[in-house]
């Protein structure tokens, strides 16, 4: 069984950042690919970004392009989510998923996720 939580969630200015880190326990961290993803209240749960096994590859939604990165430490079992330059938009729960299918934009390609740690920016 794989476990996964999310932490670094709170409330920012616009304009502010935040770090969300997501540890998973078990020895196949390095196996998969990891992805962010967030649900704001009343709507669906949107991609956000994955980053491949390696870390080599990275991919973004539209929207947090070029404002948030993402990144692993597979030594720690480790993907972060630098988040700058935030927006009262960004505001959402933010989840952490392991994935096993192939397309990483897709939630349904995600077979383990976290609890969720909620990000609020107020403007």
């Known amino acids: 069984q794989v476990q996964l939580e999310e932490s670094g969630g709170g409330l920012v200015q616009a304009g502010g950042s935040l770090r969300l880190s997501c540890a998973a326990s078990g020895r196949t961290f390095s196996s998969y690919i990891m992805g962010w993803f967030r649900q704001a209240p009343g709507k669906e749960r949107e991609f956000v970004a994955a980053i491949s096994r390696s870390g080599g590859s990275t991919y973004y939604a539209d929207s947090v392009k070029g404002r948030f990165t993402i990144s692993r430490d597979n030594a720690k079992n480790t993907v972060y989510l630098q988040m700058n330059s935030l927006k009262p938009e960004d505001t959402a729960v933010y989840y952490c998923?392991?994935?096993?299918?192939?397309?990483?934009?897709?939630?349904?390609?995600?077979?383990?996720w976290g609890q969720g740690t909620q990000v609020t920016v107020s403007s």
């Open positions: 998923a392991r994935g096993s299918g192939p397309y990483y934009y897709q939630a349904l390609s995600y077979d383990y």
